[in-house]
């Protein structure tokens, strides 16, 4: 098939690829002429595991071209895949659809008729219905669809060739017909496809990514109550997580989620919610935000007693920038934040990350960026573990002791092995697991 995939940031790269790898014809778009040339020569925009050799695979073989024009998209197909982004508004919890409405009323002048236009974008619930509305006087005869990413950061390019499901909420069979056929080789390996309304498309994407930022700061709550009561919210974790009605992921006490999605998206939701009158049925999603956020003011508040209860003047060394590990996204990273807290405590904070020092620098150049991890723990008085990438825990603790000041470790992810690390001469403090060294109040 020919289709367009309009906007290449992170979702658009990884489905345009994707969708060239398993033989269709597309064409990228996007209004950044810079992010353009690079991509047409085959180099990614974004770090994420396979897409740089996914990519020069599949520009060199013909079937992917990038352009900056829609008219150029238009002529070329009559299927459009949406993914630009829905940040959140600066004036409240709101999605931002400006960049969704641009598109379409970029397109809508050169839509051929009959063409079909598939949101991927993550959408307030009613925002395929408008559209339709919107596209009936200016473009008649195009369909709109809609048809969720659920993508995770780090496999992004594994999920959108073996996704767990497939999500399509159409309006007509026609638009169903040519999904199915975008998506035949994930349908024949047995992909479960949930053919449905537009409506009940948006719902499942902010439905998912609310009930798993539920989970996650459920556990982070947990942890609250362990260090308060003296117990190991790992232990609690891993016994409630085999119950299968509950299960496993998404139940580790740490820091707290951050990146592009969840936090925006369960504000949208909410926002959205109170827009149709049903905000009262998800108002705990209020209370799951501020949890979350709650787990960077308690790492900052953590590493300023360790500090003897004043950071200034003190060297920090803080392993990980991304918001999680296999990512080089900093965009609502709980990471950066805890780092710029204590910067602006007066500390001095040194930052390593294996893939994100670049996209750190951008956002917060007034933090120290360390290149590897002995010369981000140099002379340290502290080391926080914020971002749980695997380097870290191939990290040797007996010879990182002999650099740093004071051999004192707050593992913030929970995510490093306690004992290797004692053994070592470290005091190790984690949250939800007060009787590692001592409590880590």
């Keep these: 098939m020919r289709m367009t995939v309009i906007g290449t940031g992170y979702v658009g790269t990884v489905h345009a690829a994707c969708m060239a790898d398993i033989g269709h014809q597309v064409l990228g778009l996007d209004i950044d002429a810079e992010r353009i040339a690079a ?3 085959g180099r990614a925009p974004l770090h994420e595991d396979g897409l740089d050799a996914l990519l020069a695979r599949t520009v060199a073989s013909g079937r992917l071209r990038f352009s900056t024009s829609l008219a150029e998209g238009a002529a070329f ?12 508004r600066p004036d409240g919890g709101a999605a931002d659809l400006s960049q969704v409405d641009a598109v379409v009323d970029g397109l809508a002048p050169h839509l051929r ?3 079909l236009l598939v949101g991927k974008s993550t959408v307030p619930v009613g925002t395929a219905a408008r559209l339709a509305g919107r596209l009936a006087a200016a473009a008649p005869g195009t369909e709109v669809a809609w048809n969720p990413e659920f993508l995770r950061e780090g496999s992004a390019v594994l999920d959108t060739m073996r996704p767990e499901r497939l999500v399509v909420g159409v309006t007509s069979a026609r638009a169903e017909a040519v999904l199915r056929e975008v998506y035949a080789p994930m349908i024949r390996a047995g992909v479960p496809f949930f053919g449905t309304d537009p409506a009940t498309a948006e719902l499942v994407k902010v439905a998912s990514n609310a009930f798993l930022a539920t989970k996650i700061s459920f556990i982070n709550a947990m942890a609250e109550v362990c260090d308060a009561a003296g117990a190991d919210a790992t232990v609690l974790a891993g016994a409630i997580g085999a119950d299968p009605r509950i299960g496993p992921r998404f139940l580790a006490p740490g820091l707290g989620f951050g990146g592009s999605c969840f936090p925006k998206d369960i504000r949208a939701f909410a926002a959205r919610a109170e827009e149709i009158g049903a905000g009262e049925a998800v108002a705990f ?9 709650r787990q960077r003011r308690r790492t900052v508040d953590r590493a300023r007693l360790l500090l003897g209860g004043s950071s200034a003047g003190r060297r920090v060394a803080v392993l990980g920038a991304a918001f999680k590990p296999g990512s080089d996204d900093v965009r ?6 805890v780092a710029a807290a204590l910067r602006a405590q007066g500390a001095e904070v040194r930052v390593h990350d294996p893939e994100a020092l670049d996209n750190a620098r951008a956002v917060r150049p007034e933090l120290t960026y360390a290149l590897d991890v002995d010369k981000a723990c140099e002379g340290a008085d502290l080391v926080l573990h914020l971002t749980d990438w695997p380097e870290y825990r191939s990290v040797d603790p007996a010879a990182l002791a002999s650099l740093v000041r004071s051999p004192v470790l ?3 992810r929970n995510g490093l092995d306690p004992a290797l690390w004692t053994a070592a001469g470290w005091t190790v403090h984690a949250p939800g697991r007060p009787g590692l060294s001592g409590g880590a109040s």
């Design 410 to 412: 707050l593992d913030a």
């Design 77 to 88: 197909a009559g299927t459009h895949f949406v993914c630009v982004g829905t940040p959140q």
């Design 113 to 115: 008729p009959g063409s």
């Design 39 to 41: 991509l047409s020569a």
């Design 285 to 293: 999603l209020h209370e799951v935000d501020r949890i979350n956020t």
């Design 332 to 337: 609502d990273s709980p990471a950066l934040a």
